[in-house]
């Protein structure tokens, strides 16, 4: 039982950033897949949610309008895509596992190291 998160990525300012997230050894459409995400420093960020059933999404405010995430069923992989990318989404990124029937992040990716940099 697994997620497997995509490798590192550099960007520039103003750019686009697409991540996968492989789950594995589990039903995929039992669970929500949840983004979180660490900058420097800080502590972990709660980014939003898809529910791979449907493709429901859930962002948190503050992610509104710049992120989307979508899950393809037929390869059991969770995407996240991020725009107008800026210095302070230089972090760590994950994806985890949400309960159905509670709040709780059971299973977590490898975060992956996102840098913003010119």
């Known amino acids: 039982v697994q997620l497997v998160r995509s490798g590192a990525e550099l960007r520039n300012p103003g750019a686009s950033v697409k991540g996968s997230c492989k789950a594995s050894?589990?039903?995929?459409?039992?669970?929500?897949i949840d983004w979180v995400r660490q900058a420097p420093g800080q502590g972990l960020e709660w980014m939003g949610r898809?529910?791979?059933?449907?493709?429901?999404?859930k962002y948190a405010q503050k992610f509104q309008g710049r992120v989307t995430f979508t899950a393809d069923t037929s390869t059991t992989t969770a995407y996240v895509e991020m725009s107008s990318l800026r210095s302070e989404d230089t972090a760590k990124y994950y994806c985890?596992?949400?309960?159905?029937?509670?709040?709780?992040?059971?299973?977590w990716g490898q975060g992956t190291q996102v840098t913003v940099s010119s």
């Open positions: 898809i529910d791979p059933v449907d493709g429901q999404t």
């Open positions: 985890a596992r949400g309960e159905r029937l509670g709040t709780g992040l059971d299973l």
């Open positions: 050894g589990y039903t995929f459409t039992s669970y929500y």
